[in-house]
């Protein structure tokens, strides 16, 4: 499904997709919104920032950051083809 879903983005990008699922897992819930590329995620390698929750995880266990960390690595990664000095 969630290859599904990958494909058809590009075609269906008008509408929004609704995901249910029975999984409770954290890294299933990070799969199942990174695979539209839902708004508020961002994946970068092993990292999965979600802006909403204010969550950063590595490979789906949550990281525990103070607020500047969070901050600090999410302009990071929202940022992370451009140059920083």
């Given at each position: 499904m969630?290859?599904?879903i990958s494909?058809?983005?590009?075609e269906f990008s008008f509408?929004?997709?609704l995901f249910l699922?029975?999984?409770n897992d954290d890294i299933d819930k990070i799969l199942g919104m990174s695979c539209g590329q839902c708004k508020g995620m961002l994946t970068?390698?092993?990292f999965t920032l979600d802006k909403e929750s204010?969550?950063?995880?590595k490979n789906g266990k949550?990281?525990?950051l103070t607020r500047s960390e969070f901050l600090l690595l999410s302009y990071l990664m929202e940022n992370?083809?451009?140059i920083i000095s």
């Open positions: 969630l290859e599904y494909a058809s983005e590009a509408c929004s997709i699922s029975s999984k970068i390698g092993e204010s969550r950063i995880y949550e990281i525990d992370a083809d451009k």
